[in-house]
T-cell receptor, first 113, second 113 residues
Framework: GEDVEQSLFLSVREGDSSVINCTYT??????LYWYKQEPGAGLQLLTY?????DMKQDQRLTVLLNKKDKHLSLRIADTQTGDSAIYFC?????????????FGTGTKLQVIP | EAQVTQNPRYLITVTGKKLTVTCSQN?????MSWYRQDPGLGLRQIYY???????DKGDVPEGYKVSRKEKRNFPLILESPSPNQTSLYFC????????????FGPGTRLLVL
């Protein structure tokens, strides 16, 4: 599979913005996702962006996509303690009915009160 | 309510003792996958299925088997578990195409002694 890379850890103060970065390698990706995993739980979709978009905003979340550099970021405004979790980016490629989703290594976000 | 269920949620077993982890979805989705999650490695796909009786290997299929006899069920079989299969396992289901996200099960934590 293709490599999707993220930094492993990010620590921010409550109320600050968090920016989680991701680089991917497959230029044929159709959709890129951000998932959140809280302790002891499965993955929950936060947001997604189609590969022909540059930016998507959804309340406190802003996704930026730089397709030339294969770089995806998730910005969380006004970060709260409830945002503490592991965040995974994922890329999806499709070809002739075949569908594959590749996940990054995950970034653990710690929010300091 | 859209749901993916896995059983058991926790399992401790010994090397070589065959086990099955069940996965069931109530959304009539065609596409199902199994992932394992290990620290620092993110989620890696074990097997996936695009529909009934159609399965294929993911990135880390060695030591695992799957079957898809019905649309709703996608069991993961470890014929002869080994300690390196100690991990957190997630099943996921999604529709094919479009922006459809994968719905994840709650996870099965497996320890092989």
């Amino acid at each position: 599979g293709e490599d999707v890379e993220q930094s492993l850890f990010l620590s921010v103060r409550e109320g600050d913005s968090s920016v989680i970065n991701c680089t991917y390698t497959d230029s044929s990706s159709t959709y890129l996702y951000w998932y959140k995993q809280e302790p002891g739980a499965g993955l929950q979709l936060l947001t997604y962006i189609f590969s022909n978009m540059d930016m998507k905003q959804d309340q406190r979340l802003t996704v930026l996509l730089n397709k030339k550099d294969k770089h995806l970021s998730l910005r969380i405004a006004d970060t709260q303690t409830g945002d503490s979790a592991i965040y995974f980016c994922a890329e999806r490629e499709e070809s002739g009915g075949y569908q594959k989703v590749t996940f990054g290594t995950g970034t653990k976000l710690q929010v300091i009160p | 309510e859209a749901q993916v269920t896995q059983n058991p949620r926790y399992l401790i077993t010994v090397t070589g003792k065959k086990l099955t982890v069940t996965c069931s979805q109530n959304m009539n989705h065609e596409y199902m996958s199994w992932y394992r999650q290990d620290p620092g490695l993110g989620l890696r796909q074990i097997y996936y299925s695009m529909n009934v009786e159609v399965t294929d290997k993911g990135d880390v299929p060695e030591g695992y088997k799957v079957s898809r006899k019905e649309k709703r069920n996608f069991p993961l079989i470890l014929e002869s578990p080994s300690p390196n299969q100690t991990s957190l396992y997630f099943c996921a289901a999604s529709k094919r195409g479009g922006s459809e996200t994968q719905y994840f099960g709650p996870g099965t934590r497996l320890l092989v002694l």
